[in-house]
């Protein structure tokens, strides 16, 4: 017998589960973490203006999670190969992805920016099901990421 289901993060969680899933999603695409207060992010935005940094801002939907963990004016920072994305909270309380990245075109921004926001909703997930599941008292007994990126997970009572 097997089960699919689909979750959905629109409960609330904690910031430790957020900030894990987004360093667990942006790790997998190769992102690291850049510790970044806003008064350097403000200076990083006035040199990108001087410098014609190409950036972009992504909001964030069925960012419930991430709203609720984060503060509005806190950010998490994270970097690969000369692109920034700053997850933080807008002044209405949406979460919004900032997009940079020196000789990256927009659509490439886009691109990126779609695949961690997916990524970060996917790492939470997970978190969440592997929660749920040791909650219930089953046992994970197989686990593996398909080629498409979708996680298969086989547990037992």
């Not at 695409?29 to 972009?56: K, P």
């Not at 004016?73 to 020196?102: I, K, M, N, P, Y």
Request: aromatic share 6%; charged share 20%.
């Amino acid at each position: 017998m097997s089960v699919i289901f689909v979750v959905a993060p629109v409960v609330a969680g904690s910031w430790p589960i957020v900030s894990a899933a987004i360093i667990a999603a942006s790790a997998s695409l190769g992102y690291t973490a850049a510790a970044r207060s806003e008064s350097q992010l403000d200076a990083l935005n006035s040199l990108y203006v001087a410098d014609a940094v190409r950036s972009i801002e992504m909001r964030m939907t069925d960012s419930q999670v991430v709203t609720d963990a984060l503060q509005r004016g806190e950010s998490f920072t994270v970097e690969r190969e000369g692109v920034t994305a700053v997850f933080r909270v807008d002044g209405r309380g949406q979460c919004q992805v900032h997009l940079s990245g020196a000789g990256v075109s927009e659509m490439d921004l886009q691109s990126a920016g779609q695949e961690l926001m997916d990524r970060v909703r996917q790492q939470f997930a997970y978190a969440q099901v592997m929660a749920e599941l040791e909650t219930r008292g089953f046992e994970v007994v197989h686990q593996e990421m398909e080629a498409d990126q979708s996680i298969r997970i086989r547990v037992k009572r």
